[in-house]
């Protein structure tokens, strides 16, 4: 069974610094996707970045990136120039692209952005 | 485009009574999914269906949950009788494919009292 592991429960971070969010996952597939979700106060569920497992570049959507380690089993989130609407719950989640569109959530980092 | 939609967005029951949430997934999407958020489960699968057809149900709790979707612009999840422990945010979205991605609602928050 495939597990999504985030082992940051909270952190924070200064506006205009950057933050690194961390992700590890454990599964024997070679074929996945990996996901970063935001969850705002809102409670709405907002895409960040997505990653297919088979590329080797690190997905980038503007100051957001990604630290794929598929070796390692590490997918971490790098937001840079840190603005206070970046204020969320954060999920890592995996999805094994033989298992159609099951998405396997992390635990969540609740990120503070302080002005 | 107006994005998935859900309704109600927070239900208050007592237990023992029935509820239907109910789904309307992006036009053109051909795969609908329903999540529950708890404390302490976190965001977990239910069940998503792939062309209107259930292909995974292995999350759905118990009995007394059901999901349907009669067609691809609806679904509906129905728990009954509802218990406490029901209590939770309710997600559905929805994705081009099976393995695209997905794009949530904006949940709804029930209360079984």
């Known amino acids: 069974a495939q597990t999504v592991t985030q082992s940051q429960p909270e952190m924070s971070v200064q506006e205009a610094e950057t933050v690194t969010l961390s992700c590890t996952y454990d599964t024997s597939e070679n074929n996945y996707y990996l996901f970063w979700y935001k969850q705002p106060p809102s409670r709405q569920m907002i895409l960040v970045i997505r990653?297919?497992?088979?590329?080797?570049q690190n997905a980038t959507e503007n100051r957001f990136s990604v630290n794929f380690q598929k070796a390692a089993k590490s997918f971490s989130l790098k937001i840079s120039d840190s603005q206070l609407g970046d204020t969320a719950m954060y999920f890592c989640?995996?999805?094994?692209?033989?298992?159609?569109?099951?998405?396997?959530f992390g635990q969540g980092t609740e990120l503070s952005v302080k002005p | 485009d107006a994005g998935v939609i859900q309704s109600p967005r927070h239900e208050v029951t007592e237990m023992g009574q029935e509820v239907t949430l109910r789904c309307k997934p992006i036009?053109?999407?051909?795969?609908l999914f329903w999540y529950r958020q708890t404390m302490m489960r976190g965001l977990e699968l239910l069940i998503y269906f792939n062309n209107n057809v259930p292909i995974d149900d292995s999350g759905m709790p118990e009995d007394r949950f059901s999901a349907k979707m009669p067609n691809a612009s609806f679904s509906t999840l129905k728990i009954q009788p509802s218990e406490p422990r029901d209590s939770a945010v309710y997600f559905c979205a929805s994705s081009k494919d099976s393995k695209g991605e997905q794009y949530f609602g904006p949940g709804t928050r029930l209360t079984v009292t």
């Open positions: 990653q297919e497992a088979y590329k080797q």
């Open positions: 989640a995996f999805m094994n692209n033989n298992q159609g569109g099951k998405l396997i």
């Open positions: 036009s053109g999407h051909n795969s």
